[in-house]
């Protein structure tokens, strides 16, 4: 497994919320080898917690006989300015002090991460990309490129995502966060601080990101006289210290306020007209059972986004279905037929 590369920008960048952030850095890996005409790139957008290692978090569906296989196509993922791995995030150091960020660190939105992606790129002399894709946090990231920049993707697949962040979506984050800030030791600026309230913000997550059903089946009381320490109450806990034990609570913070920033009509005018604006061949999957981005999000973007197909998965695993279900999503880029390559 190749280790991650990383990228300096040569200059600050400039936020779209204002001040600028001086000597970022992006971690990134690339799988597999740039063809003859270069038109193998697959250019990969992870969601919130998730980093550049996309064979390790998305399997069937990237990796050696998987549908995005290294050995037909360029692979580039790229973790995102604000994260915990290897990018310039709450743990990296100020420049101004010389000690890291922690809760001072600045308010970033998904087009800051775009930008500093779009430098990636041009670094990396890629002129064109077959295809961009990602779900989640990860759409919201791919179909804000697409707008800016709509003459370099072919293809664009998004899954699991919206054109513009929910209220819904918003209110599960803050939950989040006031759990977080609730913990005394976020305050303290520590490497380990904010971790009880980092593992109640997963814990409250995950309802969003799983489904009644998908609960039922798994967590569900095997006898009829439980009275306590329930199987759905050990769950939670598992997942929480899982997040804790590879995640850090002002990563947490600033990556779920990048999520809520979202909204491709900002100072562009109406959300219909941007979408419209997007070139790409489009392909957008949706999952029924989706609670945190539901169907009628993608269904919107299809109905906007020119010659745009669109498939809804059926899951029990409501949102992480975009990370689970990867049979079905092969199917449905089958459909779409995404051509690969020959050497």
């Not at 992006?26 to 193998?40: E, K, M, Q, S």
């Not at 660190?105 to 041009?122: C, S, Y």
């Not at 977080?180 to 490497?191: G, K, M, Q």
């Not at 899951?315 to 995404?338: C, Y």
């Amino acid at each position: 497994m190749p280790e991650d590369l990383l990228f300096t920008l040569p200059k600050p960048l400039q936020l779209e919320g204002g001040g600028q952030l001086a000597g970022a850095q992006v971690a990134y890996r690339t799988y597999g080898t740039l063809n003859t005409d270069r038109n193998n790139v697959v250019w990969v957008c992870h969601a919130l917690t998730a980093n550049a290692e996309v064979l390790a978090w998305w399997p069937g569906l990237f990796g050696a006989g998987c549908y995005f296989d290294p050995a037909d196509w360029f692979i580039v993922c790229a973790n995102v300015l604000g994260s915990c791995y290897g990018s310039t995030g709450p743990l990296s150091s100020d420049p101004e002090t010389g000690q890291p960020w922690y809760q001072t660190f600045p308010l970033l939105t998904v087009r800051d991460l775009v930008a500093a992606h779009e430098q990636l790129r041009q670094h990396l002399g890629l002129a064109r990309i077959h295809i961009l894709i990602g779900g989640s946090l990860g759409g919201q990231q791919a179909l804000e490129w697409a707008v800016q920049q709509p003459n370099l993707f072919a293809h664009l697949v998004v899954l699991a995502t919206n054109a513009r962040h929910s209220p819904w979506g918003i209110a599960f984050n803050e939950a989040q966060r006031l759990a977080i800030l609730a913990d005394e030791t976020y305050h303290a600026a520590s490497p380990t601080g904010g971790q009880r309230g980092l593992k109640a913000a997963r814990a409250m997550a995950l309802l969003s990101y799983r489904s009644y059903d998908a609960y039922h089946q798994t967590q569900a009381e095997p006898e009829d006289d439980t009275l306590e320490d329930f199987r759905a109450s050990a769950y939670q806990q598992y997942q929480g210290d899982k997040l804790v034990a590879r995640f850090n609570a002002y990563t947490y913070v600033v990556l779920s306020k990048v999520m809520d920033s979202h909204h491709l009509g900002r100072g562009r005018g109406e959300v219909a007209t941007v979408l419209n604006g997007i070139k790409a061949r489009t392909l957008i999957i949706g999952i029924g059972s989706d609670v945190l981005f539901p169907p009628s999000e993608q269904r919107l973007l299809a109905r906007h986004i020119p010659g745009a197909m669109y498939a809804e998965m059926d899951s029990r695993f409501g949102h992480d279905g975009f990370l689970i279900e990867t049979d079905q999503i092969t199917h449905f880029l089958e459909q779409f037929h995404v051509q690969t390559f020959a050497h």
